[in-house]
């Protein structure tokens, strides 16, 4: 009876403790949304937004530093939120992703006999009987589990070829507080789903159930173990990557055995030195390695941060690999389209061309550009931005006068920003990988400069398009001559029909269509007109209030017309 009492004690308590977690981060998201509406979006409509200006270096860095003690209190999905956005340097202020930074390695670790109980559970019997030896200190702690270094017995090291493996277990308890966690997250997406400023650009509960189906997946060590084998037949006969090897009758879904592969951190540049490793060398190749597995293969290493990428020297080097790239943690993983993929390398030919129209036609083809927008003045904006910044490495970045950055954006800034974006399925993902791969490249040479990887990748990539091209072009004569050598036998057919009377040509909807066509043309140029006195008004309203007053209201009359015009074609 006291047993049964314990039980429901402690599952009152947990029930407790996952309902203050679940509101815990609701309060924390509704406060800073309340927040950042207030500065970003409320002060600026009344005019005081040089106010929310002054201190938002402040309050980005004040917001970071909550959530990071936010996260590592809480551990769990919090951790990878957290490290999600310390990646994303390309949207996220410096004062926000430097801030978070430390969560990729900042996790306490779990007592050793809560680990070594669920790994006895999971396996069927004591640790002892299953391995030579396991030591308790973790070598790495992570938000959904962690990895101890064991030995295998001799019977089964004469099995597998190993000795030394790590035993990667996960969290106890990691699958109710993943759900929380969600629970917590898909709240937090339908808030933003009725914010405009989101909506607008992303789908925040679609991208909030992407970022769920990725952490049910890494929770799933047989997942993982899977995604491993995958990756390394892709590589199989590239000697510049390295994987473990799964030890199979040691695995489960919470339990993962690996060959133990643990050498260099890819971002150790004294450890690499001191091997004879040119740090500077293994920048490109390590960004090549993320470019084939994203254009060519089409599944990716989703998490390539620097605790999940060793580099290891050969033990007999060659003067061409003295050294392999190696790849640990296959839990998150992504993988692309067919049709994506062909977006990606068309878009990354464009890059590598400073093609700013060929570059916009990309992002369209892999989704992030509606198809109803108008890219026009998207492509000039890109253009512009080939010619002033195009080519140049990060540190030639910072050396660029900040003011002709502020010149561009004042230029561009609002073009972009009145597209219809969005992100597509695993574009999160893409994202992510991409900027963890130019974080590490920079970290290894601060004078890495992405563009001398993507030209030869791309022209490597441009030479098959070519290929294909010339197939196509093939394929098509041959649909042409084919059409050619049936048109006569098809043009006397059409002749002798003309002349016996059978053949009619009418269309009774055709003048309807030439008067719609005309609305279509009158509403089209009204609605330029309202746009070009909207924002006439808009830019002059700074300068002389009056005028910018009355051009606004003006450009009421072209709206009305194009409303109508509109309305009639119903």
């Avoid at 563009?451 to 791309?458: H, L, T």
Wanted: proline share 5%; hydrophobic share 45%.
């Amino acid at each position: 009876m006291t047993s049964v009492r314990q039980e429901k004690a402690k599952f009152r308590t947990g029930a407790r403790l996952h309902r203050a977690r679940y509101r815990r981060i609701l309060r924390f998201a509704a406060w800073h949304l309340v927040v950042t509406w207030w500065f970003e979006l409320f002060l600026p409509r009344i005019w005081l937004g040089k106010i929310a200006e002054r201190n938002r270096a402040q309050r980005m860095r004040r917001f970071a530093r909550r959530f990071h003690n936010l996260a590592v209190d809480l551990g769990g999905l919090m951790i990878k939120v957290g490290q999600f956005m310390s990646s994303r340097l390309d949207v996220l202020p410096p004062e926000i992703t430097a801030e978070l930074e430390g969560l990729q390695d900042e996790v306490p670790p779990v007592p050793f006999a809560a680990i070594r109980a669920l790994a006895e559970t999971e396996l069927g019997a004591p640790l002892e009987t299953l391995f030579a030896s396991v030591d308790p200190t973790p070598i790495a702690a992570a938000s959904l589990g962690q990895a101890h270094r064991a030995q295998l017995r001799p019977d089964d090291a004469d099995d597998t070829g190993l000795d030394a493996v790590v035993l990667k277990v996960q969290r106890p308890g990691i699958d109710e507080i993943v759900a929380i966690d969600l629970a917590a997250l898909r709240k937090v997406g339908r808030w933003l789903s009725h914010v405009r400023l989101v909506s607008d650009r992303a789908n925040a509960p679609a991208l909030v159930e992407e970022f769920a189906t990725t952490s049910r997946q890494e929770i799933d060590y047989l997942n993982e173990a899977a995604n491993l084998e995958r990756f390394a037949e892709d590589f199989a006969t590239d000697p510049r990557v390295r994987t473990p090897q799964v030890v199979w009758e040691r695995t489960t879904r919470q339990v993962l055995t690996l060959e133990d592969v643990t050498a260099i951190k890819i971002t150790d540049s004294q450890r690499l030195l001191a091997a004879g490793i040119d740090p500077a060398k293994v920048a490109p190749v390590f960004a090549e390695i993320m470019f084939e597995q994203l254009f060519t293969n089409g599944f990716f290493h989703a998490d390539p941060h620097p605790g999940n990428i060793f580099v290891t020297p050969n033990p007999e080097p060659s003067t061409e690999h003295p050294w392999t790239v190696t790849f640990i943690d296959f839990g998150m993983m992504g993988e692309v389209s067919a049709q994506t993929r062909s977006g990606l390398r068309k878009l990354l030919i464009a890059a590598a061309g400073r093609d700013g129209k060929g570059l916009v036609s990309a992002i369209s083809d892999v989704g992030v550009l509606v198809p109803s927008a108008d890219s026009a003045a998207l492509e000039r904006a890109m253009t512009e931005l080939f010619a002033r910044f195009g080519g140049m490495g990060f540190a030639e970045l910072k050396e660029v006068d900040p003011h002709e950055f502020s010149d561009f954006a004042a230029e561009f800034g609002d073009v972009v920003r009145s597209l219809p974006f969005q992100l597509p399925e695993n574009f999160l993902l893409i994202i992510r990988a991409m900027s963890l791969t130019s974080g590490v490249c920079s970290s290894l040479d601060p004078r890495f400069n992405l563009w001398d990887s993507v030209e030869p990748f791309a022209a490597q990539l441009l030479h098959d398009e070519r290929g294909n091209l010339v197939r196509d072009v093939a394929k098509e004569a041959f649909d042409v001559a084919s059409l050619t050598l049936r048109l006569p036998k098809r043009v006397d057919a059409l002749l002798s029909q003309l002349e016996e009377g059978s053949q009619t040509v009418a269309n009774p909807r055709l003048e309807r269509h030439l008067v719609r066509l005309i609305r279509i043309t009158q509403g089209g140029v009204a609605a330029v007109v309202f746009a070009a006195l909207l924002i006439s008004g808009a830019v002059i309203r700074a300068e002389d209030l009056v005028l910018g007053n009355v051009l606004m209201m003006v450009s009421a009359v072209p709206l009305l017309h194009s409303l109508w015009s509109a309305r009639s074609l119903r």
